[in-house]
């Protein structure tokens, strides 16, 4: 009976020697989850951030990109106005009736006196009547010409563009804020 005392104080005192290591290994994997646990909820509240950080610039960029193409389509438009304006312009005064382009013709020659005297006049086809009581030498109608004139010195060495296209072209670039503002505010 001895024996079997010593096998039963033997056994108990391993079994309580496994519980303990038994506990112990349970409290460490308990410890080694709980900062497992912390490690992932950091790393979920860095990627977290991360990820708002990443789509709130991707939205910002999202947003100016499209501020950017709208700007683009607006001056686009602004654009399509301006030279649609222009044209109709030009066009309008190509086809003022024949005593406007004889007023405008008569400033035209008033004006080039300072630079020639009494110069020749190159018009476009069929306005040569235009120019008759104006101070010109000779009118020469020119079918390159689309509206106004070209005043030359009676040598040839001094040329005036007083071309509509010439004219308006110089003051639409002049003017251009100025048309701007009062055509888009």
């Known amino acids: 009976m001895a024996l079997e005392n010593v096998v039963k104080d033997i056994v ?6 496994a519980a303990a290591i038994r506990e112990e290994g349970e409290a460490e994997a308990a410890k080694l989850l709980a900062e497992a646990d912390a490690t992932v909820s950091d790393m979920k509240e860095k990627e977290g951030k991360r990820l708002e950080d990443t789509i709130e610039r991707l939205r910002r960029q999202e947003l100016s990109s499209a501020e950017l193409e ?8 602004k654009k399509e106005i301006l030279d649609r304006s222009s044209e109709e312009t030009l066009a309008a005064l190509q086809s003022s009736n024949a005593k406007t382009k004889k007023k405008y013709y008569g400033m035209m020659v008033d004006a080039a006196k300072q630079a020639i005297e009494n110069p020749k006049a190159y018009c476009p086809p069929g306005e040569a009547k235009n120019l008759k ?6 009118a020469v109608e020119d079918p390159a010409i689309k509206g106004g004139l070209i005043l030359e010195s009676a040598d040839g060495s001094v040329q005036l563009d007083m071309q509509f296209g010439s004219i308006l072209s110089g003051v ?14």
């Open 70 to 77: 709208s700007k683009k389509i607006v001056l686009s438009k």
């Open 12 to 17: 108990e005192a391993a079994e309580a020697q």
């Open 172 to 185: 639409w670039e002049r003017e251009m804020k100025t048309l701007s503002d009062i055509l888009f505010g």
């Open 133 to 138: 009581g104006l101070d010109v030498s000779e």
